[in-house]
């Protein structure tokens, strides 16, 4: 168990609603970062916060949008879905951003837009 | 664009068998994590690796840095059921991992 808990843990949506997942990060971690998973594949880096502020954001579209909370508590937002956006969605704490510190991750969220 | 290209993508073996997994890159990272994923559940950190040339021993499992860092192995000696999962690489560095393209390993009896 890491302490790292999201919900839903499923969701199904219809092509152009919006959606908000959410992240309770581990005690005591300032960071938090959230990750788009295809089925097989490796995660794909959405974005990363860091005491509130974004801190770095991969190459996804400006309706993906974020927010962490004064608790590290973190959501992550996605308007207008597209089908493409059926993933599992992760988030992962860390106590630090600036590289090698180890990830905590939740089970994820399954997203399926219809 | 930082890319890990992880090798094989797929691989199905038999208990008692051995395996590596490779993991390799042209860009140098000033770290390296393995994380197994099972299915339902998030990564978990196996690893990190820091130092070129680094090899560090996890019961059956060996893990290895390259000494430029660009790349990576973990060889599984005598896998078990237990060692099925989604093995992935990541590079360090920032604030923008870098996560390999993933092997799904599965162990059967």
């Known amino acids: 168990e890491t302490g790292v808990t999201q919900s839903p843990t499923h969701l199904i949506k219809t092509r152009g609603q919006q959606v908000t997942l959410r992240c309770s990060s581990q005690s005591g971690h300032n960071t938090v970062s959230w990750y788009q998973q295809a089925l097989g594949q490796g995660p794909q880096f959405i974005f990363q916060y860091y005491r509130e502020e974004e801190n770095g954001r991969g190459n996804f579209p400006p309706r993906f949008s974020g927010l962490q909370f004064p608790n590290y508590s973190s959501e992550l937002n996605v308007n207008a879905l597209e089908l493409d956006d059926s993933a599992l969605y992760l988030c992962a704490s860390s106590s630090s951003w600036t590289g090698g510190e180890k990830l905590f991750f939740g089970s994820g969220t399954q997203l399926s837009v219809l | 664009t930082q890319l890990l290209e992880q090798s094989p993508q797929f691989l199905s073996i038999q208990e008692g068998e051995n395996l590596t997994v490779y993991c390799n890159s042209s860009?140098?990272?000033?770290?390296l994590q393995w994380y197994r994923q099972e299915p339902g559940e998030g990564p978990v950190l196996l690893v990190t690796?820091?130092?070129?040339?680094e090899v560090k021993k996890l019961k059956r499992l060996t893990f290895q840095f390259g000494d430029a860092r660009k790349d990576s192995s973990l060889h599984i000696t005598a896998a078990q059921p237990g060692d099925t999962g989604l093995y992935l690489c990541v590079g360090g560095g920032g604030n923008k991992l870098t996560f390999g393209t993933g092997t799904q390993l599965k162990v059967e009896l």
């Open positions: 690796v820091v130092t070129g040339g």
């Open positions: 860009s140098v990272f000033s770290s």
